[in-house]
């Protein structure tokens, strides 16, 4: 199947085909040129001179485990009965019954990042899963983060307990425990000669055994420019690849990130500051993280903010001072790259799976939402 007569948003160094085609086989794009396709069948689509745009990613959600107008009987975020909880994992509390996943599909957002709350210092393993199925496993892409959370989410929830943590300090030495821990469990596993020598099973360690061992991201839900210190120091210490999820006074100290090369996905930024560790909360924080030369995504942090206005969220930065072009990179190829995704989605190119979208005028504009959505290669809007 050809999609042709398309101004194609590559979101590669290609930059922007004016005029061209691409071929879709098996759910993957096959190829990508300029032009028309010698030959046109009647399974082809004409985009009218549409944009054509990778599927939109959402880099930060809550996206199926807090459900649709639901209140405790949809609220599978977070497991507050322990602050430290890696072994849960987004992929046991998802419903993709949600009607939330139709609406991102109507809005172009065909991948996100789903996520455990921020209630627990580690929230668990975090997941990024196409939009479009009725069985998350089908769904799926890859348990690429696990979630940890410093600032006022854990002192709040445990505070009103008398239990730990209460404090900044509480909160990452419970982080600092529990990697240490998993780090002498990995030491211990790896020296065994055979399974009598292995240590007691710990299912808290086996579940951050990928992180120590790279293969797995760390995300650490912070607003605060302290508490984004303190996570860059956690970081360093046990060797971790880190992002910076929300980040909102990132913008206070790009240069400490950029030298870090730690990531921030930012957002939600079409909100109100509802908590004093928002109170600096600025939509001139993605462009000016972007110019510092700091790897930015925007995220929705559905519910926080409902998905379908993740484009929205991208054209409030293009307010704050990014370029419409760097705010389309931010919830496509930017957003992947972050997500450890980019080898499958993020971009037009061939190899990468079709999930893409046409628009007859600016994506970024309130008014606009596109006309055709697909996820590995088959219509869903």
């Known amino acids: 199947m050809k999609i042709y007569n398309a101004v194609i948003h590559t979101m590669t160094d290609a930059g922007i085909i004016a005029n061209g085609f691409i071929s879709v086989e098996n759910g993957k794009i096959s190829e990508v ?59 046991d509390g998802v419903n993709p019954m949600d009607f ?45 983060g696990m979630k940890f959370a410093l600032g006022e989410n854990p002192k709040n929830v445990y505070n009103g307990r008398d239990e730990a943590p209460k404090t900044r300090m509480a909160t990452a030495a419970i982080i600092r425990e529990g990697l240490y821990k998993a780090k002498r469990y990995l030491s211990d596993c790896e020296a065994a000669d055979d399974d009598s020598e292995l240590p007691d099973f710990d299912a808290k360690c086996e579940a951050l055994i990928p992180l120590l061992k790279g293969d797995m991201k760390a995300h650490f839900h912070c607003h605060r420019a302290d508490d984004i210190c303190t996570a860059i120091r956690i970081a360093k210490e046990f060797h971790l690849e880190a992002v910076i ?92 790259k972050i997500l450890g995704i980019d080898r499958r989605m993020g971009s037009i190119a061939v190899g990468m799976d079709a999930d893409i979208q046409l628009y007859r005028r600016d994506p970024l504009d309130l008014r606009e939402d596109p006309w055709l959505v697909m996820i590995n290669g088959k219509e869903c809007f």
């Open 245 to 336: 999820v929300h980040g909102t006074e990132a913008y206070l100290i790009p240069d400490v990130l950029k030298k870090a090369d730690i990531p921030v996905i930012c957002g939600p930024t079409l909100c109100d500051r509802c908590k004093p560790e928002m109170k600096n909360l600025t939509i001139e924080n993605p462009a000016i993280l972007k110019k510092a030369g700091v790897e930015i995504a925007v995220c929705t942090d559905h519910t926080v903010i409902p998905v379908q206005y993740l484009s929205e969220c991208a054209a409030l930065a293009v307010k704050g001072g990014l370029s419409a072009e760097e705010a389309l990179y931010s919830i496509t190829m930017g957003a992947a």
């Open 100 to 144: 939330c996943f139709e609406e991102a599909r109507r809005s172009g957002v065909t991948a996100v990042m789903t996520s455990p709350g921020s209630a627990n210092a580690c929230g668990g393993s975090m997941l990024v899963m196409k939009t479009m199925g009725v069985c998350v496993d089908d769904m799926a892409v890859s348990s690429a």
């Open 33 to 91: 040129s300029e032009g028309y396709p010698d030959s046109i069948s009647a399974d082809d689509i004409d985009a009218e001179c549409s944009l054509l745009l990778p599927g939109f990613i959402d880099a930060h959600t809550h996206l199926g485990i807090l459900e649709n107008g639901l209140d405790f009987e949809g609220d599978d975020c977070n497991e507050a009965s322990d602050p430290f909880t890696p072994q849960m994992r987004a992929i």
